[in-house]
């Protein structure tokens, strides 16, 4: 298993085709395949016909979504990879956003026992993110991410100009991640996001931006591979904003995942104050910045009851404690914190009077 240390390589470029040509070197002729989803292959893959061509790398598209993360997308590919003679020394290249890479790095893991692969992120979110920890996985049962690998891609390759084509919810979802990565770790890392301008993006400073963002998640997962300990800090804001996020799925008015986290980070950083002393003027600075750019999801005290026994299905929970990341002050964590219902009512209290 390739998880007990980060041994995949980051790589920033503008010039994928360059960067994919240092990998294909190492692979056999005929023995290059790449995975994608719909929009992304009409959007970026219809640019690289003439490199696939020329390489002799063929190609699958899962169609795109969350609800395409399952067992049938694995089937597809392994389907594909097995009639286009895919072998134990085949590599299989990944372009999409998290649900693509995912899955197909799920699909890669368990084809003969484990073939290569490589991820290409297309969307903020996945750039950030999904792209450094191994985790690879499929919805399964009803359950998120039920079924999975942690195995390393051989390379990321992050290129922030597949971000010119995604939406403004997106973005900002994936922004909040990296917000997250700023308050759980880097102050600087924080102020830099605060002074980013998201009305006229600098594509060159994203991309130094997102490295930051990056090695904050490296940090933590080098240091904690199986999540044991302080990389429960990347679960910052995600208790209640998992709550967030099915409830409010459940309720027919989704939001994205970057969106509920930041619920979640508001939530959680009155508990922060409460229980860890987190400095009060940070606190109001930081839920005026994030309701500003995230809006409000609308709850009253009626959706309590059903977002806290949503918080308590929440798999990182130990017995019925409910367990957070808590932060003492920006960049400070303070881990296996305990937090009675009573509280977290307020938190959600404070949260609805905003
Ligand atoms: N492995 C991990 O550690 C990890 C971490 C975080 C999230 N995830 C997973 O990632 C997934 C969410 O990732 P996501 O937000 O990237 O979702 P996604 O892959 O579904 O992409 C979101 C949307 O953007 C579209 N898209 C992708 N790239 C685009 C581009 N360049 N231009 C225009 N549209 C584009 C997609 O078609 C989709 O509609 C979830 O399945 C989540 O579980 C995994
Ligand atoms: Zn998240």
């Known amino acids: 298993m390739g998880n007990s240390k980060i041994n995949s390589k980051i790589i920033f470029s503008h010039n994928l085709e360059q960067e994919l040509l240092k990998w294909i070197g190492k692979y056999n002729p005929g023995k290059i395949f790449l995975a994608t989803e719909e929009t992304v292959n009409e959007l970026w893959?219809?640019?690289?016909?003439?490199?696939?061509?020329?390489?002799?790398?063929?190609?699958?598209v899962i169609p795109a979504g969350e609800n395409n993360k399952k067992i049938e997308s694995v089937a597809k590919i392994w389907e594909f990879l097995s009639q286009n003679g895919g072998d134990r020394k085949s590599l299989l290249i990944n372009i999409g956003g998290g649900m693509l890479t995912d899955l197909a790095g799920f699909a890669a893991t368990t084809f003969k026992r484990g073939i290569d692969f490589l991820n290409v992120p297309t969307t903020l979110l996945s750039q950030v993110d999904a792209s450094v920890g191994g985790k690879t996985g499929i919805n399964f049962g009803g359950f998120k991410n039920e079924i999975g690998t942690f195995?390393?891609?051989?390379?990321v390759i992050i290129n922030t100009d597949f971000l010119k084509t995604i939406d403004k919810e997106n973005f900002i979802s994936g922004f909040a991640e990296m917000i997250?990565?700023?308050?759980?770790?880097?102050?600087?890392?924080?102020?830099?996001l605060k002074r980013f301008d998201l009305e006229d993006i600098d594509y060159d400073l994203l991309q130094e931006i997102i490295s930051h963002s990056v090695q904050v998640k490296e940090y933590f997962?080098?240091?904690?591979?199986?999540?044991k300990n302080i990389r429960k800090a990347l679960n910052f804001g995600h208790t209640i904003g998992h709550a967030f996020e099915s409830y409010a799925w459940n309720q027919n008015r989704p939001i994205q995942h970057g969106h509920a986290v930041a619920y979640g980070m508001i939530a959680e950083l009155y508990l922060s104050v409460k229980i860890c002393n987190f400095p009060q003027s940070d606190f109001q600075n930081l839920t005026n910045w994030?309701?500003?750019?995230?809006?409000?999801?609308?709850?009253s005290a009626n959706d309590f009851d059903s977002l806290f026994e949503l918080m308590t299905h929440d798999k990182k929970n130990e017995a019925d404690r409910i367990n957070f990341t808590l932060l003492s002050e920006i960049g400070k964590i303070e881990i296996n914190q305990n937090c009675e219902r009573d509280l977290i009512y307020e938190s959600l209290v404070n949260y609805v009077n905003l």
């Open 45 to 60: 893959i219809s640019k690289f016909e003439g490199f696939i061509k020329t390489n002799g790398i063929k190609k699958v």
């Open 221 to 227: 997962v080098a240091n904690d591979p199986t999540e």
């Open 290 to 299: 994030l309701l500003k750019l995230y809006g409000k999801f609308q709850i």
């Open 151 to 155: 195995k390393e891609p051989v390379a």
């Open 180 to 192: 997250k990565h700023g308050l759980i770790y880097s102050p600087e890392h924080l102020d830099e």
